[in-house]
T-cell receptor
Framework: AQKITQTQPGMFVQEKEAVTLDCTYD???????LFWYKQPSSGEMIFLIY??????QNATEGRYSLNFQKARKSANLVISASQLGDSAMYFC??????????????FGPGTSLSVIP | SAVISQKPSRDICQRGTSLTIQCQVD?????MFWYRQQPGQSLTLIAT?????????ESGFVIDKFPISRPNLTFSTLTVSNMSPEDSSIYLC???????????FGPGTRLLVL
């Protein structure tokens, strides 16, 4: 069964607008971490933001924030004030604590974001 | 975060040959990983590179096809052996300073097998 689901294969957003990229996950491990990575066309994977399962507050990093809804098992990425350079693939990922001792990261299928001028 | 470099950045190879990809980190890290990203797909973990011992391979990946070395805490190599067109992918090295920390990725190696 797929552990990370990203239901939006492609998204468009107007420059300077905010956009939400969806991510749902499946785990029975009480201890886990959630990540978002950005992959531009160059191919590199850029770490954006992290949320731990026990963190009380939603993570924020500059224009990126993570809308963490634990009961719903969702970890949506919000990008505020979109810029042309935000056009890229975005991957949601999860690492389970007890089951794999935090060793293995599982990636979702990704969402392609295009920012329109 | 660590500065990670990979060589080569890209290559075009003939089927049946082998290619060794290098991953160099500018500081000592405990954890090093190798991932494959097939065209249009997400990332799949190939193996965890262990210093001084055999790598830990994920299901579907074997040492004969993807031998890995890790001689120290800053360097690792992945060899793609006896290549076929199905091996055409981006191969990415990632590192974590200590176990349980965020993984950071190298720039990747784009491999095309003809």
């Amino acid at each position: 069964a797929q552990k990370i689901t990203q239901t939006q294969p492609g998204m468009f957003v107007q420059e300077k607008e905010a956009v939400t990229l969806d991510c749902t996950y499946d785990t029975s491990d009480p201890s886990y971490g959630l990540f978002w990575y950005k992959q531009p066309s160059s191919g590199e994977m850029i770490f954006l933001i992290y949320q731990g399962s026990y963190d009380q507050q939603n993570a924020t990093e500059g224009r990126y924030s993570l809308n963490f809804q634990k009961a719903r098992k969702s970890a949506n990425l919000v990008i505020s004030a979109s810029q042309l350079g935000d056009s890229a693939m975005y991957f949601c990922a999860m690492r389970e604590g007890l089951r794999t001792s935090y060793d293995k990261v599982i990636f979702g299928p990704g969402t392609s974001l295009s920012v329109i001028p | 975060s660590a500065v990670i470099s990979q060589k080569p950045s890209r290559d075009i190879c003939q089927r049946g040959t082998s290619l060794t990809i290098q991953c160099q980190v500018d500081s000592q890290v405990t954890m090093m990983f190798w991932y494959r990203q097939q065209p249009g797909q997400s990332l799949t973990l190939i193996a965890t590179a262990n210093q001084g011992s055999e790598a830990t391979y994920e299901s579907g990946f074997v040492i004969d096809k993807f031998p890995i070395s890790r001689p120290n805490l800053t360097f690792s190599t992945l060899t793609v052996s006896n290549m076929s067109p199905e091996d055409s992918s981006i191969y990415l090295c990632s590192v974590a300073r200590i176990k349980g920390e965020t993984q950071y990725f190298g720039p990747g190696t784009r491999l095309l097998v003809l």
